[in-house]
C-alpha cells in the first residue's frame, strides 16, 4: 500500500481538509496504478515519446491527491500542475509536496502550482490528464469569490464545498470544457455524489460528446454519502 501524503501545515479553517472523497482519488490512483493503466497509455495522440505529459488538478486543495501521483510516479513522464484559486491552498498544496518528497520519498516529478480558475488558464488540447473533486454539496447558492487580496476570507472553504443546485453548476463548467482542453486520448477523473444525479450527468455528457467515452471507475459509499469517480476518455 502506498502511503498517504502527510499535510505539514494544515489551515482547515480556509482549506479543505481531505476527507473520503480524497482517499476514494488515492485508492483509485493506487489501483490504477498497480493494473499498469498509466505504463498502457503511456502517451496521447498530441505527445511524442518520452515527451511529458501535462497532469492537472484542478482546486487542489491541501495538495494530497497531487502529491499522491507525483510522488509515487504513477503517471510515468508526467508533468504535474496543482491549481487553485485559493491562496492559502496552494501554499499548502507546495508544503505538502515539498515535505513528502523529501530525504527518502520516491523520485521527485516535476510538480509545480497555479493560481486559476478552473481551465481557464490552459490552452486547447493541452492537457493529458485531469482530476477533479469538485464542491459537489447541494446549495441554494455560491458564495462570491472574495478579492485575491482578502486571503483571510471565509468563503475560501465554502467554495470549497458547495455547488449550487444540485451540486453541479462548479462541475457543470468543467464538463463543458472538457472537449476544449483534453488532449487526444487524453483522460478526465471527476467525482460526483448522489445528490448530483449522476448517471443523468453522465447521459447528457454523451449525447452532447459523441467523441468521449466514459466510465464509473470506483463508487464507494462513504457513511450516508454516495460517492462515484468517472472517468472522461476523449477519443478523438
Known amino acids: 500500500m502506498l502511503p498517504t501524503p502527510v499535510v505539514p501545515t494544515p489551515d482547515y479553517s480556509r482549506v479543505y481538509e481531505p476527507a473520503e472523497d480524497s482517499f476514494l482519488f488515492l485508492d483509485l490512483f493506487e489501483q490504477l496504478h498497480d493494473a499498469g493503466h498509466f505504463a498502457r497509455t ?13 497532469v492537472v488538478e484542478l ?8 502529491t499522491f501521483i507525483a510522488a509515487n510516479r504513477i503517471i510515468p513522464n508526467a508533468f504535474h500542475i496543482a491549481t487553485d484559486i485559493n491562496a492559502t491552498a496552494l501554499e499548502t498544496t507546495r508544503n505538502t509536496f515539498a515535505h513528502n518528497c523529501g530525504a527518502g520519498a520516491p523520485a521527485e516529478a516535476p510538480f509545480d502550482v497555479l493560481r486559476a480558475s478552473l481551465t481557464d488558464a490552459f490552452r486547447p488540447h493541452e492537457i493529458d490528464v485531469l482530476l477533479f473533486n469538485p464542491p459537489y454539496v447541494p446549495s441554494e447558492e455560491i458564495p462570491p469569490v472574495p478579492s485575491v487580496q482578502d486571503d483571510a476570507s471565509d468563503s475560501w472553504l465554502d467554495l470549497a464545498l458547495v455547488g449550487g443546485h444540485d451540486g453541479m453548476l ?8 472538457l472537449n476544449s482542453v483534453l488532449a487526444p486520448q487524453g483522460e478526465a477523473y471527476i467525482l ?18 459523441p467523441n468521449f467515452s466514459v466510465d ?9 454519502e454516495e460517492l462515484a469517480i468517472y472517468r472522461f476518455t476523449k477519443l478523438s
Open 42 to 54: 503511456s502517451s496521447t495522440a498530441s505527445r511524442q515519446p518520452g515527451e511529458l505529459r501535462v
Open 59 to 66: 482546486g487542489a486543495g491541501s495538495g494530497v491527491v497531487s
Open 170 to 177: 462548479v462541475t457543470g463548467q468543467v464538463l463543458a470544457s
Open 192 to 209: 460526483f455524489c448522489a445528490r448530483n444525479n449522476h448517471p443523468q450527468v453522465v447521459q447528457r455528457f454523451r449525447q452532447k460528446n
Open 216 to 224: 464509473c471507475v470506483i463508487a464507494r459509499k462513504c457513511g450516508w
